[in-house]
C-alpha cells in the first residue's frame, strides 16, 4: 500500500493534537485525536473552509450538549435526540461537512460528570478545537503536494493516449475489444484530471501572489481539458460508427484521416510548445494544410448523394464533420491562450 501526503499528515495531526493537550494537563486527550481527523484536507484552502466549519459545529454542539444536560441531565436517550437537534440545525445552516465532528463534540460534553459539569463542557470542547487547530497547522506547515506538475503529467497522458487510438481507428487497425475498455480507463482518468484541476484552482485561490500569471496558467489547463475532452468524443465516434466511416469513398477516408493526423499532430505540438519545447514565434497551425471548407464540403457531398438504408446515417456523418471541427476550434484557442502566456509571462515558465 502506497504511503499517501493525506495519510502522511493525518498521522501527524493525531500525534500533534495528543502532544500538545499532553503538555497542556487536558483531560481525556484522545477528543483531541479524534478531531485532528476530522479536519485534513488536501489543499490548504479547503483546510481554511473546514477549520471555519468544524469550529462551527463544535460550537453548536457544545451549546446543545450544555443545554440538554442542564435541562434534561444525561441519559443516553437525552445524547440521541440532542444529536438529532444538533443535525438538523446544521442542515439548516448548510455546514453537513461539519456534523459529525458536532456529534462529537456532543457525546464529548454530555459524557462529561454532572459535577463541575460547566467546566468539564468547556475542557471537553476546547480539547476538539485543539485538534482542529492542530490539523489545520499540520495543513499549513506541510504544503499540498504540487497539483500544477500531476496536473499537466494527467492531461499529457491522457493526450498521448488519445492520440494513439485515433490514429488506429483513422486506419481502422484499432481493436474493438481493446478499444472499449479503454474507452472506460480514459473516462475515469479525465475524472481524475478534473479533480486535480479543482484542487489546483484551489490552491491558485489561496496564494494571490503573481495573480495575472495563475489565472492565465488556470484558463490554459481548462482548455487543454477541454480539448482533451473534444478528442475523447471524436474517438467515441470512430469506434461508434466505425462502419459507417469504412463505407465512405476512399477518397473522403483519406482527406479525413489526413486532416486528423494534422490536428493530432498540432495537439501535440501544443504541449510541447507550452513546455518550451517549441518557439514562442513558430506557427504552428496552416489554414491552408488544415482547410476546414473543403473538408465540410466533401463531408456535405457525400451525404447528399449516399443512398443507404439506414437513414440516420447522414446526422451521424454530420456528428462526426462537427466535432472535427470543433476539435480544431479548440486547439486554435489553445494555441492562442498558451501564446497570450508565453508573451507576458515567458520567464515563469
Given amino acids: 500500500m502506497k504511503l499517501g501526503a493525506r495519510m502522511l499528515k493525518t498521522g501527524i495531526a493525531i500525534i500533534l493534537a495528543l502532544y500538545v493537550a499532553e503538555l497542556l494537563h487536558i483531560p481525556s ?7 485532528a481527523v476530522f479536519a485534513i484536507q488536501p489543499t490548504i484552502y479547503r483546510s481554511y473552509l473546514t477549520l471555519l466549519e468544524q469550529v ?29 437537534i444538533a443535525i438538523g440545525i446544521m442542515v439548516k445552516l448548510k455546514i453537513e461537512n461539519a456534523i459529525r465532528l458536532a456529534l462529537v463534540t456532543i457525546i464529548a460534553v454530555m459524557s462529561a460528570p454532572t459535577e463541575d459539569f460547566l467546566q468539564f463542557s468547556v475542557v471537553r470542547s476546547a480539547t476538539i478545537l485543539l485538534g482542529i487547530l492542530s490539523s489545520f497547522a499540520v495543513n499549513l506547515i506541510f504544503l499540498p503536494p504540487k497539483y500544477e506538475t500531476k496536473l499537466f503529467q494527467g492531461i499529457s497522458d491522457v493526450s498521448e493516449d488519445i492520440i494513439k487510438w485515433m490514429r488506429l ?20 482518468r479525465i475524472g481524475g484530471i478534473n479533480q486535480l484541476y479543482s484542487m489546483y484552482k484551489e490552491e491558485k485561490r489561496y496564494f494571490r501572489k503573481r495573480e495575472y500569471s495563475n489565472v492565465r496558467k488556470i ?21 461508434r460508427y466505425k462502419n ?43 489554414e491552408n494544410i488544415f482547410n476546414r471548407e473543403q473538408l465540410m464540403n466533401s463531408f456535405l ?3 447528399k448523394n449516399s443512398e443507404v438504408e439506414d437513414e440516420f446515417q447522414p446526422f451521424h456523418l454530420m456528428h462526426i ?3 472535427i471541427v470543433e476539435y480544431e476550434e479548440q486547439l486554435e484557442h489553445l494555441d492562442r491562450v498558451i501564446r497570450i502566456y508565453q508573451k507576458y509571462h515567458q520567464k515563469k515558465l
Fill in 29 to 35: 486527550p484522545v477528543f483531541a485525536g479524534i478531531a
Fill in 56 to 84: 462551527q459545529g463544535n460550537i453548536i454542539g457544545a451549546i446543545i450538549a450544555s443545554i440538554f444536560v442542564l435541562s434534561f441531565g444525561n441519559h443516553f436517550l437525552i445524547i440521541g435526540f440532542a444529536a438529532i
Fill in 169 to 188: 481507428s483513422t486506419r481502422f487497425a484499432s481493436e474493438d475489444r481493446l478499444l472499449k475498455k479503454e474507452l472506460g480507463t480514459i473516462k475515469e
Fill in 301 to 303: 457531398k457525400e451525404i
Fill in 244 to 286: 459507417i466511416l469504412f463505407e465512405l469513398p476512399s477518397a473522403l477516408q483519406n482527406d479525413t484521416r489526413e486532416k486528423l493526423e494534422y490536428l493530432l499532430r498540432y495537439h501535440e505540438q501544443l504541449l510541447q510548445k507550452f513546455m518550451g519545447r517549441v518557439p514562442q514565434e513558430f506557427e504552428l497551425f496552416n
Fill in 321 to 323: 464533420l462537427s466535432d
Fill in 219 to 239: 484558463v490554459i489547463y481548462r482548455q487543454m481539458i477541454q480539448v482533451n475532452q473534444k478528442s475523447f468524443e471524436i474517438l467515441k465516434l470512430q469506434h
